[in-house]
């Protein structure tokens, strides 16, 4: 492989869509409230509200190893 080339993982963006989150940055989370059931959207704690996160195959350079 070149220096240069891409890494097929993120194509050369350094970042990957958040496994937990789906990429949207937030989750939903059910909070009981007294006797009530309440669904609330709180900010994802891996990706912390960006909905990416650094590549692990190229360690976030975007460069094929």
């Known amino acids: 492989?070149?220096?240069n080339e891409r890494c097929m993982h993120c194509n050369g963006t350094g970042k990957r869509i958040c496994y937990n989150c789906g990429g949207t940055?937030?989750?939903?989370?059910?909070?009981m409230v007294y006797i009530y059931a309440l669904p609330t959207r709180v900010i994802c704690y891996s990706c912390h509200?960006?909905?990416k996160i650094k590549c692990q195959h190229c360690n976030g350079t975007g460069k094929a190893k």
């Open 1 to 3: 492989m070149g220096e």
């Open 25 to 31: 940055g937030s989750k939903m989370q059910t909070r």
């Open 49 to 51: 509200g960006t909905g």
